[in-house]
């Protein structure tokens, strides 16, 4: 086998994770800079981009801390220390948040202003949009403010994670002669962040004020008598990961109930502060939560950016979003089931594709609907890992249950940032006589199924669902995901030995069709990566297309790079965190990573291996990274009807491979550029809604 030609030393095999999600990051923030994108769907990508920081904050450089704190030296296989990684992250980081505030404050806001929808500013009211906003400080939001003063009996009060704080410097004496020259102001939660000006006043279709403007401007009112010098806002970035000790643990729901209720007040790892704050205060903030300079981000907009997501949603200018798009009923669903032995009939005669997306989430809705009604249906099974708290699907599961079904709901408590929701769901359910399992302690059950048991001529018979993404009737219109409708005896018996597994104890078990993490998928993977190599070599034709949202897992990337050695041709449509490195000469100048950024989040796994001409089509749970194949209960599932496989190809690689509008191209640094639009246009998503759409 031929050896890995390893780049120069500056150059390692793999790319820093921090790094290449920071990239990603910069990706979407492009979809805000393009004036073909409509302007409140540009603001929607500034604020998706602020949500993703957030989240970035709170899990990855919380993690690069906690190594700090540990004083490891160890050097990673992207070449860095903690304390280098951090470094270059920081810049990153900072880099991206300059260049997203920059946007907002001098393209974003000052379009929309042009459209009449405006932020109104204080330095701007006229008189009439001054009563107003006083009264409205006076009436809504006074009230439900607490001042705090901070002196030897007003300590520095506790934060909670991401909220809005002002932090206000005042002068003189108060009633008892405290000369306290700090206070400290909590926007509460109850309070919208943004209100909307009544018609006759705002001068604009659309004027707004900043719950931040108000409180700014009439902070006076909670400190009579005393003279206020400056009101700045800022919050704090906290680390929100849980720790649940799995070995002490005896009722995973009843410890995780508990640690939530800490998340919100972990160690803090992000300081934002208004662009104007004076340096004392901000040394003052920074000693509080023990950060430092470099830890400390000023903001020319608002430092709760994300919120401004409600203008999207609240301002009624169809014009300034994208078109409206109605995912098509595919057939032979379209017309809908009258009767639920329709459904099943469907199914039984062979296996169907959604990909949402394009087409609708709804003939999910209606197999398990068909199920809850069905009186020849005797239990229903299915995994949960997000669904929302307003969830059709989860209300159709309670009342199968309710209606005297057996139902078994596998719900992943640790699911990350909806572990209270699926706490309240899993309580649900077991109140109406669900059999409710948490999976598997120290193994987040990421699988997404569903399996039917129904009694047909005296026997019982299986029927499935399995896709790439969660039950999430909003995100199935947001996300691009696969779903199979099966009733193919193989595939339903393997999910039958799955379900078992998780539910009860037992050895593993010996699966027909399915791949199943963390057992047989990374294995299998790295089997078939090997396979195309070995055939390359032999001289035959070999290919390998996956789509996946990350890849970062080392020997998956190692074999790659030994098949790209081999002459075997690679294409990757990676959408986020990518380590391995593309088109290094002697290394993996026959692998491509792209990645699509559009309209919709692309979220399907899908892996193409040319298999010798049999061309193994497999969509899957699992992205290519440590977690998904060894931490987790993920599936891999073949596609075996021959349209729906090239469906699968077509939809998933070939438009991907062609598209010049959405997709980017990485760079054996690591960096992306666009694609350029040569030749036919090709927008792989706009592709899609015409071709599968109504």
Same mark, same amino acid.
């Given at each position: 086998m031929p050896p890995i030609f390893a780049p120069p030393p500056a150059e390692p095999l793999l790319l820093n994770r921090e790094l290449s999600l920071l990239k990603f990051n910069e990706r979407v923030l492009s979809m805000a800079e393009y004036d073909s994108t409509p302007l409140l769907e540009r603001l929607r990508?500034?604020?998706?981009?602020?949500?993703?920081?957030?989240?970035?904050?709170?899990?990855?450089?919380?993690?690069?801390?906690?190594?700090?704190?540990?004083?490891?030296?160890?050097?990673?296989?992207?070449?860095?220390?903690?304390?280098?990684?951090?470094?270059?992250?920081?810049?990153?980081?900072?880099?991206?948040?300059?260049?997203?505030?920059?946007?907002?404050?001098?393209?974003?806001?000052?379009?929309?202003?042009?459209?009449?929808?405006?932020?109104?500013?204080?330095?701007?009211?006229?008189?009439?949009?001054?009563?107003?906003?006083?009264?409205?400080?006076?009436?809504?939001?006074?009230?439900?403010?607490?001042?705090?003063? @901070?002196?030897?009996? *007003?300590?520095? +009060?506790?934060?909670?994670? !991401?909220? /809005?704080?002002?932090?206000? =410097? #005042?002068?003189?004496?108060?009633?008892?002669?405290?000369?306290?020259?700090?206070?400290?102001?909590?926007?509460?939660?109850?309070?919208?962040?943004?209100?909307?000006?009544?018609?006759?006043?705002?001068?604009?279709?659309?004027?707004?004020?900043?719950?931040?403007?108000?409180?700014?401007?009439?902070?006076?009112?909670?400190?009579?008598?005393?003279?206020?010098?400056?009101?700045?806002?800022?919050?704090?970035?906290?680390?929100?990961?849980?720790?649940?000790?799995?070995?002490?643990?005896?009722?995973?729901?009843?410890?995780?109930?508990?640690?939530?209720?800490?998340?919100?007040?972990?160690?803090?790892?992000? @300081?934002?502060?208004? *662009?104007?704050? +004076?340096?004392?205060?901000? !040394?003052? /903030?920074?000693?509080?939560? =023990? #950060?430092?300079?470099?830890?400390?981000?000023?903001?020319?907009?608002?430092?709760?950016?994300?919120?401004?997501?409600?203008?999207?949603?609240?301002?009624?200018?169809?014009?300034?979003?994208?078109?409206?798009?109605?995912?098509?009923?595919?057939?032979?669903?379209?017309?809908?089931?009258?009767?639920?032995?329709?459904?099943?009939?469907?199914?039984?005669?062979?296996?169907?594709?959604?990909?949402?997306?394009?087409?609708?989430?709804?003939?999910?809705?209606?197999?398990?609907?068909?199920?809850?009604?069905?009186?020849?249906?005797?239990a229903i099974k299915q995994t949960i890992y997000r669904t929302g708290e307003d969830s059709d699907l989860m209300s159709l599961l309670v009342g199968a249950a309710k209606a005297g079904k057996e139902v078994t709901v596998i719900v992943e408590l640790m699911a990350r940032f909806d572990e209270q929701t699926n706490i309240t769901w899993a309580a649900k359910l077991e109140a109406v006589g669900a059999h409710v399992s948490y999976g598997v302690v120290g193994h987040k059950t990421h699988a997404k199924m569903a399996l039917v048991l129904r009694r047909e001529k005296g026997h019982l018979r299986r029927y499935g669902h399995l896709g790439t993404g969660n039950y999430h009737q909003k995100t199935a219109r947001l996300y691009t995901d696969f779903g199979l409708l099966t009733a193919n005896p193989r595939i339903c018996e393997d999910m039958d030995k799955i379900f078992s597994l998780l539910t009860g104890l037992g050895a593993r078990r010996r699966l027909k069709l399915l791949l199943q993490s963390p057992f047989t998928l990374h294995e299998t993977m790295v089997a078939m990566i090997q396979s195309e190599a070995a055939n390359a070599r032999e001289g035959k034709k070999a290919c390998i297309m996956a789509k996946m949202n990350s890849l970062l897992e080392p020997i998956v990337i190692q074999e790659l790079y030994k098949a790209s050695q081999a002459g075997v041709r690679i294409d990757l449509v990676v959408r986020g965190a990518c380590a391995l490195r593309a088109g290094v000469a002697g290394l993996s100048e026959n692998i491509q990573v792209r990645s699509i950024v559009g309209r919709f989040l692309e979220h399907s796994r899908v892996f193409y291996f040319y298999a010798d001409g049999a061309e193994n089509v497999y969509l899957s749970s699992a992205d290519w990274m440590d977690r998904n194949f060894f931490r987790r209960v993920e599936l891999g599932f073949p596609v075996l009807d021959a349209a729906l496989k090239k469906r699968v190809i077509n939809e998933s690689f070939t438009y991907a491979l062609r598209d010049n509008q959405l997709a980017w191209r990485e760079q054996p640094d690591g960096s992306y550029i666009k694609v350029k639009g040569r030749g036919k246009s090709m927008n792989l998503q706009r592709h899609l809604m015409q071709a599968l759409g109504n």
């Open positions: 990508y500034l604020c998706i981009v602020s949500s993703n920081l957030d989240e970035f904050f709170e899990i990855r450089i919380s993690s690069i801390k906690e190594q700090l704190a540990q004083h490891s030296t160890v050097v990673g296989d992207d070449g860095y220390t903690p304390a280098e990684a951090f470094e270059l992250v920081q810049v990153a980081a900072r880099r991206l948040i300059e260049r997203q505030n920059s946007l907002l404050i001098d393209a974003v806001l000052p379009s929309l202003e042009k459209e009449g929808i405006g932020l109104s500013d204080s330095e701007t009211w006229s008189d009439e949009q001054r009563h107003w906003a006083h009264t409205t400080f006076i009436s809504q939001i006074m009230p439900l403010l607490t001042p705090i003063g @901070l002196d030897p009996a *007003h300590p520095f +009060p506790r934060v909670y994670n !991401k909220s /809005l704080n002002f932090i206000v =410097s #005042l002068s003189g004496a108060d009633a008892f002669e405290r000369k306290s020259s700090i206070a400290i102001v909590q926007a509460p939660r109850a309070l919208p962040r943004i209100m909307r000006m009544p018609d006759e006043i705002s001068g604009i279709p659309h004027g707004y004020m900043l719950l931040t403007t108000i409180i700014s401007e009439f902070v006076g009112e909670l400190f009579p008598g005393m003279e206020v010098n400056g009101c700045y806002q800022w919050r704090v970035t906290r680390n929100s990961d849980l720790f649940v000790d799995e070995e002490e643990i005896t009722n995973l729901r009843q410890a995780l109930q508990g640690e939530l209720s800490q998340r919100n007040f972990g160690a803090a790892v992000r @300081l934002e502060v208004d *662009h104007v704050m +004076p340096e004392k205060l901000a !040394k003052f /903030l920074q000693r509080e939560f =023990s #950060l430092e300079e470099h830890d400390t981000y000023r903001v020319t907009g608002p430092v709760n950016l994300s919120r401004l997501m409600q203008l999207c949603n609240v301002v009624e200018r169809p014009d300034l979003l994208f078109p409206e798009y109605r995912p098509k009923v595919p057939a032979p669903f379209e017309a809908g089931c009258e009767t639920p032995s329709q459904m099943f009939e469907a199914i039984a005669q062979r296996d169907h594709l959604l990909h949402h997306p394009y087409q609708s989430f709804q003939p999910v809705l209606d197999f398990l609907t068909a199920a809850a009604v069905d009186p020849d249906v005797v």
